[in-house]
């Protein structure tokens, strides 16, 4: 079983509808938890960063963590067509904390395509 | 635009050579993470180095290895490369005090 567990789609949806992205993981030490948006041939940009459980909201976008089911989500309120990409789900154990130089290396789920039609 | 640039944008190289991958991260930030993506695999962390030391290993092969130099900049080395090497390469950057990861844009090694 891989430590973090992701749907890779593609997640196909009609604009305007409300998307759901999940993962779940098996480390119970994960204390940070990220979402990465992804487009083709370039970088991870980082959408949501969030410590333990609860949710958090940005515009858009809301991150929700369970740690008790060791279940995260991605919701995205009124998809749009240039929201058709790949999100990746990463986390850490708390390590360093917040402070530099500790071993931080992300592990991440493999990824959800998503497709927004218009 | 991330703030993380890495050189070049594309390789192409062949089995059993050697290859180096350059990144020069944010402007402050001391940290520099080294990440492989392949189809199969995911996105895999390789490497950490802080402030010119080497602070974490993740699945970095024993033919790979990476340094940071004092103006910051970070170079992995790949050796002896195989097929199966072939991946996008990607640096990240945090600064101290926020263990945020701004990754840059990547490397597409090809090994023919």
């Known amino acids: 079983q891989k430590e973090v567990e992701q749907d890779p789609g593609p997640l196909s949806v009609p604009e305007g509808a409300i998307v759901s992205l999940n993962c779940t993981y098996s480390?119970?030490?994960?204390?940070?938890f990220m979402w990465y948006r992804q487009y083709s041939r370039k970088g991870p940009e980082l959408l949501m960063y969030?410590?333990?459980?609860g949710n958090k909201e940005d515009g858009r976008f809301t991150a929700q963590v369970d740690k008790s089911s060791k279940y995260i989500s991605l919701f995205i309120r009124d998809s749009q067509p240039s929201d058709s990409a790949t999100y990746l789900c990463?986390?850490?154990?708390?390590?360093?904390?917040?402070?530099?130089?500790?071993?931080?290396?992300?592990?991440f789920g493999k990824g959800t395509h998503l497709i927004i039609q218009p | 635009d991330s703030g993380v640039t890495q050189t070049p944008k594309h390789l192409i190289t062949a089995t059993g050579q050697r290859v180096t991958l350059r990144c020069s991260p944010r402007?402050?930030?001391?940290?520099v993470y080294w990440y492989q993506q392949s189809l199969d695999q995911g996105l895999q962390f390789l490497i950490q180095?802080?402030?010119?030391?080497?602070?974490a290993k993740g699945n970095i092969l024993e033919r790979f290895s990476a340094q940071q130099f004092p103006d910051l900049h970070s170079e992995l080395n790949l050796s002896s490369l195989e097929l199966g090497d072939s991946a996008l390469y990607f640096c990240?950057?945090?600064?101290?005090?926020?263990?945020?990861?701004?990754f840059g844009a990547g490397t597409r090694l090809s090994v023919l």
């Open positions: 480390n119970s030490a994960f204390q940070y």
């Open positions: 969030t410590y333990s459980s």
């Open positions: 180095y802080y402030n010119g030391e080497e602070r």
């Open positions: 402007s402050g930030d001391l940290s």
């Open positions: 990240a950057s945090s600064v101290v005090g926020k263990n945020i990861q701004y």
């Open positions: 990463a986390m850490r154990d708390a390590g360093a904390g917040d402070s530099g130089g500790g071993a931080d290396g992300l592990t």
